[in-house]
């Protein structure tokens, strides 16, 4: 499948070094979750989406390295997870996390899951929720929405996001 040039863009903004635990929300079909792992060493990725044909199509397309032990596939609303989950899989909060094209964050206020996404992270983690651009909705509509969500929940450093490929925002967990 070929990879989205959204995707690339997303992921290569993670700025990986290899050994991070990264959690990946909405991943579809598991195009980014392969090009996060590839960029891991000793790290891992925790992919949730909430759909069984995203979770399964993850799990095959990256069976490698599933079966090394470097990603696990988790099938969750982002409402639903905790903490217990993300540790399970990442033996600790996560240190970066990305969600591309999920429009909970702008169609909702999104208390629970930037909730959700707050308390799953450790201190210092980055979180990016991210769109590609090119779809009906421009950024001036999206932007302000996914900055007011994860503010309210108490995230930081809100950066304003808007690329040619993308725009969004980056946000650090105190
Ligand atoms: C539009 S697709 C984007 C897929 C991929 N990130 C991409 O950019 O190609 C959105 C994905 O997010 C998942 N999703 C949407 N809302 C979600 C939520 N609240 N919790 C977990 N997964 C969610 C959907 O099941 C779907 O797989």
């Given at each position: ?80 997870l905790d903490?217990a989950d993300v540790?399970a ?86």
């Amino acid at each position: 499948m070929k990879v989205p040039e959204r995707v690339r863009w997303a992921v290569g903004g993670l700025g990986l070094r290899g050994d991070e635990r990264v959690l990946e929300v909405g991943g579809g079909p598991g195009v980014s979750a392969g090009l996060i792992c590839a960029a891991l060493t000793t790290g891992r990725l925790l992919a949730v989406d909430r759909s069984p044909t995203a979770t399964r199509a993850t799990t095959e397309r990256n069976a490698p390295h599933v079966e090394a032990g470097r990603l696990q596939v988790l099938r969750r609303a982002l409402a639903d997870l905790d903490a217990a989950d993300v540790a399970a899989a990442l033996g600790d909060r996560a240190d970066v996390a990305l969600a591309v094209d999920v429009n909970v964050f702008w169609v909702d206020d999104a208390p629970v899951e930037a909730a959700v996404l707050h308390r799953v992270l450790g201190p210092g983690a980055v979180l990016h929720v991210l769109y590609g651009a090119g779809g009906p909705t421009p950024p001036d509509r999206v932007v302000p929405r996914v900055r007011a969500a994860l503010g309210a929940a108490g995230f930081v450093d809100l950066a304003d996001v808007v690329e040619e490929p993308g725009f969004g925002v980056r946000a650090r967990r105190p």
